[in-house]
Structure formats: structure tokens, C-alpha cells
């Protein structure tokens, strides 16, 4: 990869690489028992929420490899299941880190400048550079969930993993 044409990628992988392992030992710690639990009824619940995780890493490579993405195409909601299981959840990560890590590592500067579109029934709900979109709306959306979902750990007497630096719960505080 040369540094002149892909430096934006190259700083972000580092990136990339640490967030998605933190939010795999996250993800690993989900009680597939408790996949129905919900702190309130207007809350996900764990397993949904897990699932949700696990789903937004595949937004940077649909953000990378397509100019929008439709939430409603035709009018109909877009729609991903939850996990079934604890591997089923894992797997799915597993599968859009990997291709999340391949559209990021062959992008050009250029493709991350380049205006990239949220679509609901084809109407813009908002449209910004690639790389904006890959910071707000994919890594920092990640991160909120991740977050969420540790209390959602905490509330069920799960060990939280540490994410940057020791937890509670790893440092024997």
C-alpha cells in the first residue's frame, strides 16, 4: 500500500484493529442464556443488542464500497435478524470485521473524500464524505453500542472486559 495514496487507511486500520478486538472480547461475554434480557421494556435486548454490534462493522464496508445505502428501499424497512446463538453472533463479526479490514485496506484517499449518502425509500437522510460517515455514524456508533452493552453486562453480574485500560472487574478493583 503506498503511504502517498492511502495514508487515510493506513492510520485507520491501527484504529480499526483495536476497537474491533475490544468489541470481540465484548462480544464473547454475552450469556447466550440471557440472549431475551432486557434492563427496561423499552430497551433492546441483550441479544439484540449483541446482534447490532456485531452488524455495524459491515456498515464500513458498505459505506467504502457503495456511494449510499438504502434503510427502506421501496418503502420497506431493511431488516437484520439477531443471533440465534453465542457462535452464530461471533461468526457474524468475525465475518464483517474481515471484510470491513479488506474495503478499508484497499481504499484510496480519494474514495474516502468521495460524498456518500443514507437513503430511506430513496430520499437522503444525510450525505457526507466516506471518511466522516467511518468516524460518526460506523466507529463512534459502534463504540455507543459497545458501551451499551457493558452496562447490559454489569447489570447481569458479567465481568467487563477491559477496553482501553483495566476494568474493574479485570484489575481486581
Request: aromatic residues 8%.
Amino acid at each position: 500500500m503506498s503511504d502517498q495514496k492511502n495514508a487515510i487507511a493506513s492510520s485507520l486500520l491501527p484504529e480499526l484493529d483495536a476497537e474491533m478486538a475490544g468489541t470481540r472480547r465484548t462480544l464473547q461475554r454475552v450469556p447466550e442464556a440471557d440472549f431475551g434480557w432486557k434492563p427496561h421494556p423499552r430497551s433492546f435486548s441483550i441479544g439484540d443488542l449483541a446482534s447490532h454490534v456485531a452488524n455495524v462493522p459491515g456498515w464500513l464496508s458498505a459505506t467504502l464500497d457503495s456511494d449510499s445505502f438504502d434503510t427502506a428501499p421501496g418503502g420497506e424497512a431493511v431488516s437484520f435478524p439477531a443471533a440465534a446463538s453465542s457462535s452464530e453472533l461471533l461468526e457474524r463479526f468475525d465475518a464483517r470485521v474481515a471484510a470491513a479490514r479488506a474495503s478499508l485496506a484497499k481504499a484510496s484517499d480519494q474514495a474516502f473524500l468521495a460524498p456518500w449518502s443514507l437513503l430511506a425509500n430513496g430520499k437522503a437522510l444525510f450525505t457526507m464524505p466516506r471518511l466522516t460517515v467511518i468516524r460518526s455514524f460506523v466507529l463512534n456508533h459502534l463504540i455507543h453500542h459497545r458501551g451499551q452493552l457493558t452496562v447490559y453486562l454489569r447489570l447481569r453480574e458479567v465481568p467487563v472486559p477491559a477496553l482501553y485500560g483495566p476494568s474493574a472487574d479485570e484489575s481486581g478493583m
